[in-house]
């Protein structure tokens, strides 16, 4: 399924959340926490169900190397919620604990 709907939402002049979603069912998302560094955007965290539509992985980020990735299942209205959430109230320590790794 093509992600067709797309949302950013700036949580500080230098930080990025990109929320992509497939319209259609079964939907396909992928959240990412994005940081300006060096005037690149960098991935410091990516929540995903890239390989089925129940199973959500979030993948840290060294440097620029993806990790591999916390499993969960469970729906995915409720794993996209649970990224957002830990995005929002945790993005500053994400990016601080990611920016030790470079």
Do not use: C
Not at 3 to 8: C, E, H, I, S, V
Not at 18 to 29: G, K, L, M, N, T
Not at 31 to 60: G, K, S
């Amino acid at each position: 399924m093509p992600k067709d709907r797309r949302r950013q939402l700036f949580v500080a002049l230098d930080v990025l959340i990109v929320i992509e979603r497939s319209s259609a069912h079964p939907v396909e998302y992928a959240i990412m926490l994005l940081v300006e560094r060096d005037r690149a955007w960098h991935t410091v965290r990516t929540f995903d169900n890239a390989h089925y539509p129940e199973e959500h992985h979030e993948h840290r980020y060294v440097g620029a190397e993806k990790q591999e990735p916390i499993v969960t299942q469970g729906s995915v209205n409720d794993a996209m919620h649970g990224a957002e959430v830990k995005l929002l109230g945790g993005w500053g320590d994400i990016v601080r604990s990611w920016e030790r790794t470079r």
